[in-house]
């Protein structure tokens, strides 16, 4: 996150974070709505620790654990197409876009088999507290896939630092937030 | 401020060590199994994912070029977050 930093000196503190300060803004908006989510969870589960841990054995947790591998492994493709951007290779960047995006739509195959294995089984966004949490957080997670892929699609497109740098940061943070959402969800018990 | 990007080197050594500390958070989460894992491997399996996060803060987001008020702020974001996830689980009562 180089040539960004030149001209973000209006933006006070944020002026010192790499790359786009509207993405560090969105960013820190994201983990606190996570954060505050995954909170949210882990006092229901507090409050209820039968049901959820019961629930809990319904997924899938290697699939959730496969997810976690596909999306670090699509977030390295990101960071090296902005890598070799940044030292004047275009056409490899492209192409390590094209690499985290294909990679990447594997995390919503793998999420869109478990949705559909969770609703034959009968476990709905209605089922109890848990689901209803599991659905919430997982699918708001997913749709941020969605847009992450879509925004990596068009920076693949026009693949300027400045762009590669926004949309592979986006997509790290979907990344960070998996991270923390599938160990809390899928494994503490 | 002129950032500095990670090696290429560097970004897949980081991605080896993520790669690594899921297959063991899959170890210390038992997967496979479905037994109660005890506030030890709870209490692992968060400070797993919350060096997971900092690296992914650290190299691929590239705080590590940032200041160190940003640098604090994200870690102890991090803490204040995980610790909250952990303290709740230390409060559930036994079934």
Known sequence: MSDLNEHNSGWGPLSSLPGNPIMWVLIWSELLVFGAALSGFAVARMLDVQTFDASQAHLDRFFGALNTMVLLTSGLCAALAVRVRSDGNSSASRWWMVYAILIGSVFLYVKIIEYGDKLDAGFDIETNTFFTLYYLITGFHFFHVIMGLIILAIVAWKNSLENLETGAAFWHMVDLIWVLVYPVIYLVR | MQAKLPSTRRLIFV???????????????????????????????????????????????????????????????????LSFILGAYYLTPAI
């Open chain 2, 15 to 81: 991605w080896a060590v993520l790669i690594a500390a899921t297959i063991g958070l899959m170890g210390a989460g038992r997967v496979n199994a479905d037994i109660d894992l005890g506030s030890t491997w709870v209490t692992v399996l968060l400070v797993l994912a919350g060096a997971k996060s900092s690296l992914i803060l650290w190299f691929y987001l590239n705080l590590r070029q940032s200041s160190s008020g940003w640098q604090k702020g994200f870690i102890a974001f991090l803490c204040v977050i």
